[in-house]
């Protein structure tokens, strides 16, 4: 059984930074990708970075420089390393993985999904 598990969430305050993690079990992290996506209140889910397999990584435009995203191959866990956050950064973010292929931004193209971790940045 595949599961994922974010961590790492919490209360900051503007231009703070945050580190999520994303532990994968039940499957080795050797093929397709993992994303990170987000979620505000009365909002869609939206991509915000993907790393696969190969190391090759990807960011959406929001938070591209701001964001990091990394792979820990011995603890089969994804981190994504966030600076300079603002408000708008405000979500539930959810780690996927997708079992086949490369790079994937889009939300059904991933087969499976953590439970989330709520990021609130506030003053």
């Known amino acids: 059984q595949v599961q994922l598990i974010e961590s790492g969430g919490g209360l900051v305050r503007p231009g703070d930074a945050l580190n999520l993690s994303c532990v994968i079990s039940?499957?080795?992290?050797?093929?397709?990708?993992v994303g990170w996506f987000r979620q505000g209140a009365g909002k869609e889910r939206e991509f915000v970075a993907a790393?696969?397999?190969?190391?090759?990584?990807y960011y959406a435009d929001s938070v591209k420089g701001r964001f990091t995203i990394s792979r820990d191959k011995s603890k089969n866990t994804v981190i994504l390393q966030m600076n300079s956050l603002t408000p708008e950064d405000t979500s539930v973010y959810y780690c996927?993985?997708?079992?086949?292929?490369?790079?994937?931004?889009?939300?059904?193209?991933?087969?499976?999904w953590g439970q989330g971790t709520q990021v609130t940045v506030s003053s």
């Open positions: 996927a993985l997708n079992t086949v292929g490369t790079i994937r931004t889009r939300v059904q193209e991933y087969d499976y």
């Open positions: 039940g499957r080795p992290f050797n093929s397709g990708c």
């Open positions: 790393i696969a397999w190969s190391d090759w990584k």
